[in-house]
């Protein structure tokens, strides 16, 4: 069983920015993939960032050169830095690694950007 902690979000102005972090359990060195989907009211989740055991970043086209998907072996942490943050991205940002065929969930994290 793998423990996935987030922090970070909140309410913020449109073109600030956040980050969000997301702390496991166990190390993420050998992780399939981790990646951010986020739920916005009334929407399905969409992908929002992923990145792959060997460092492949993918992107939603709607955050691309806006967000930057990261992680940090050390510290068993993945992170979303958001930039230029807008309306459109508001919802609950939920973390996800996939360790072999098993896939982990983090608790959710409310983003609101005001305009």
């Known amino acids: 069983q793998v423990q996935l902690v987030q922090s970070g979000g909140g309410s913020v102005q449109a073109g600030e920015s956040l980050r969000l972090s997301c702390a496991a359990s166990r190390s993420i060195y050998n992780i399939n993939v981790a990646a951010w989907y986020r739920q916005a009211p009334g929407k399905q989740r969409e992908l929002v960032a992923s990145i792959t055991s060997g460092g492949r970043t993918d992107y939603a086209d709607s955050v691309k050169g806006r967000f930057t998907i990261s992680r940090d072996t050390t510290v068993n942490t993945l992170y979303l830095q958001m930039n230029n943050l807008k309306p459109e991205d508001t919802g609950l940002y939920s973390c996800?690694?996939?360790?072999?065929?098993?896939?982990?969930w983090g608790q959710g994290t409310q983003v609101t950007v005001s305009a």
């Open positions: 996800n690694v996939v360790y072999d065929v098993y896939d982990y």
